[in-house]
């Protein structure tokens, strides 16, 4: 791949996050379906490894791996995303590069030979709706029991993710006000903030 092509898939990943209990669902569901574009929400079940590689640096370098399950002949997709940029303290969401690739099917062969090693991997399964340029999905993360087996899974929590986000060309933090606009739309059902991922470590 040219730098010219990779440069075409790095872009900036705005996104927020909540969660929703499960017996709120069906309620958020219809909510989005009034908010969100006239069109049926897409269902989603995908496969995420998550490999770190190692190195002189404090912390290691990520990168993840995701397939679709229900969906024969999908390409593995391999992303990357960069550091949170420090930016306005007041945007409301959490703003970095990204780099997104659809990749051929001995993707995680080829991680491993570079010297990555798998680090975690789940089962996410939900609904994705789409409004303009923003993308919101809804899901459920499960626990892989046997590792490598997809058919082995339980649900980690009684809760279902909500995750706003868009991916823009870096400078455009009018999308910002945007996202908050929406996300504010969604209250009282769920309160989409932006997470510090430094409280997650």
């Not at 991680?111 to 303009?132: C, I, N, P, T, W």
């Not at 606009?181 to 989409?192: D, G, I, T």
Request: hydrophobic content about 40%; aromatic content about 8%; overall charge negative.
């Amino acid at each position: 791949m040219t730098r010219n092509e990779m440069e075409a898939w790095t872009h900036c990943a705005f996104a927020s996050s909540g969660s929703v209990l499960d017996h709120s669902l069906e309620s958020l569901i219809h909510r989005l379906r009034g908010l969100c574009d006239n069109m049926e929400p897409e269902t989603f079940l995908d496969h995420e490894m998550v490999f770190l590689l190692k190195g002189q640096q404090a912390s290691p370098f990520v990168l993840r791996a995701r397939r679709s399950m229900d969906r024969a002949g999908a390409p593995w997709h391999l992303r990357y995303l960069g550091q949170p940029e420090m930016g306005d303290k007041n945007r409301h969401a959490l703003v970095r590069n990204c780099v997104d690739i659809a990749t051929s099917e001995n993707l995680t062969d080829f991680l491993m030979e570079m010297g990555f090693r798998m680090d975690h991997e789940f089962v996410a399964k939900g609904h994705l709706f789409r409004k303009g340029i923003m993308k919101i999905v809804v899901y459920k993360i499960f626990r892989i029991l046997v590792p490598g087996n997809t058919d082995s899974t339980e649900a980690l929590s009684l809760s279902y993710l909500v995750e706003l986000s868009v991916v823009a060309p870096a400078g455009q933090d009018m999308v910002s006000d945007d996202m908050r606009n929406f996300a504010e739309q969604l209250k009282p059902l769920v309160h989409l903030e932006k997470i510090d991922p430094k409280r997650l470590m």
